[in-house]
């Protein structure tokens, strides 16, 4: 059966014909070519596919994309202010060497805004690695994605986002 | 997964009206469980009704002195209202710790507890609180709604519309979850309430049970010394890779008095 599906995606107004068991994840990467947002297990486990949606963290491979209509998705491409400048959040990473192959990385990057957000800007390591719990990682044994979170928490909060 | 005709719902009453005539029909919550069912074809349904639009479902309100929680409730929103952690903080706190944060955005109270898996977390809270589910069509007093595993007494087409919760006089879950998946490997909900102390515990059988001796203790004595040397048995109980059957009523144990120190705090 297919669907006409509409949403916002980084701002923009898209919209595509979809099945109804086409997931968020292959809507995006699929239809759109945006392919920033990962696959990493398809079991809801991973959290490599996280992205926003109307400003929730949420698993983009256990969301239908036709789940998403009328909403408003935010992927990793769609973080950045300009081409030429990273969000807080991704510098923060760059800084603190909190990737290694680079997979987890956008859904660590989009649940790591998510978790700064909704706790206000303030954060302690335990709470970072107890809401880091969707997120899994196979290099960086999470030291340094912790130290670049808890870094990136006052860097958002200055730049305002 | 297969694939299927897709409905939205604007109203409990519409999302029964689509699923009628349709016994291949499957209400959708949050989909953090049925999206997996299906991905791993263990469940062809040939329509899909989604709820989430479906206004009347959510939302939290006081009432009766307790709480009545809408089906399409997330558990982010349980876990953080304000209107919960007065009432009955062991629930709010429950549902802060199912899953991960992604999960809790997506994941509804009604989809859980309508699942009914074993190792999940509200029916324990659903049971010890002795709640009752309120549906499309009845009200089912919790101990007479969970039936085993992934069984219940809802019948064909009929919904989850909310859950009431009596105000316990003191309450706390504890789990010991499975550090994969985070569900619980034994998680106990124990509530002292007007009708006496209820034991509930999830995870370790193919069900949500009660344990009765643990339950005469406390009402005499709600202490966690009361019940130390109260042994479950472990007929019936789960035994996998994540844990025998012996020392998963070890657990019960532990969880239990856990619990009851942690309410009488
Ligand atoms: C990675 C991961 C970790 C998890 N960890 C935990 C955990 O630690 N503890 C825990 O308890 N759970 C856990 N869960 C399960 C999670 O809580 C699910 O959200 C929940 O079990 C199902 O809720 P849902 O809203 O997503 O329902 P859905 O997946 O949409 O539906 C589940 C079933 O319920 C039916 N249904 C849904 N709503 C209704 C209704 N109102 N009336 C009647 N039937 C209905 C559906 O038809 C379907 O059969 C986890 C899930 C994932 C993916
Ligand atoms: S790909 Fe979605 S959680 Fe792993
Ligand atoms: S950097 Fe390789 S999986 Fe995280």
């Known amino acids: 059966m297919s669907i006409s599906v509409s949403m916002t995606v980084n701002g923009k107004a898209v919209s595509g014909k979809v099945e109804a068991r086409t997931l968020l994840v292959q809507f995006l990467r699929e239809n759109l070519s945006m392919t920033g947002t990962h696959v990493g297990c398809d079991t809801s486990q991973c959290g490599a596919c996280v992205v926003h949606v109307d400003g929730q963290s949420v698993k983009s491979c256990t969301m239908l994309a036709v789940q998403a209509e009328g909403a408003k998705v935010m992927t990793i491409e769609g973080l950045a202010p300009s081409a030429d400048k990273l969000h807080p959040m991704q510098e923060a990473f760059r800084d603190n060497h909190a990737l290694q192959c680079g997979f987890c990385t956008p859904g660590m990057v989009m649940s790591a805004v998510d978790m700064v957000k909704r706790h206000n800007y303030q954060l302690d390591e335990a709470t970072v690695r107890r809401e880091l719990e969707g997120n899994l990682c196979r290099c960086t044994g999470y030291h340094n994605i912790v130290k670049a979170i808890l870094a990136a928490a006052p860097a958002m909060k200055a730049a305002g986002v | ?265």
């Open chain 2, 1 to 265: 997964m297969y694939d299927f005709a897709y409905h939205r719902a604007k109203s409990a009453a519409d999302a029964t009206a689509l699923l009628k005539g349709k016994s291949e029909g499957r209400a959708m919550a949050g989909g953090m469980t049925l999206i997996p069912t299906l991905k791993q074809r263990l469940a062809r349904p040939s329509d899909v009704v989604d709820l989430a639009g479906a206004k009347d479902l959510a939302g939290i309100k006081a009432e009766g002195g307790g709480l009545t929680i809408g089906a399409m409730t997330r558990h982010g929103a349980v876990a953080t209202s304000t209107e919960v952690k007065s009432t009955i903080p062991a629930l709010a706190s429950l549902a802060g710790h199912i899953g991960d944060p992604q999960v809790r955005n997506r994941g509804t109270i009604g989809g859980s507890v309508a699942n009914n898996d074993p190792a999940a977390d509200y029916p324990a809270a659903v049971l010890a609180l002795g709640a009752t589910i309120n549906t499309t069509t009845r009200k089912i007093a919790a101990d007479q709604f969970f039936k085993g595993l992934f069984e219940t007494a809802l019948g064909e087409g009929e919904l989850i519309t909310s859950i009431s919760f009596p105000k316990p006089e003191k309450a706390a879950y504890v789990k010991f979850p499975n550090p994969a998946s985070r569900y619980a490997m034994v998680g106990v909900f124990v509530a002292k309430t007007a009708g006496g102390v209820r034991v509930a515990v999830t995870g370790a059988g193919p069900g949500v049970f009660r344990v009765k001796a643990m339950e005469d203790a406390l009402a005499k004595n709600f202490s966690s010394a009361a019940i130390k040397d109260i042994k479950v048995p472990t007929d019936g109980l789960n035994s996998d890779i994540h844990g025998s059957a012996e020392y998963r009523a070890h657990l019960v144990g532990v969880m239990a008095r856990r619990a009851v120190d942690a309410a009488s705090k």
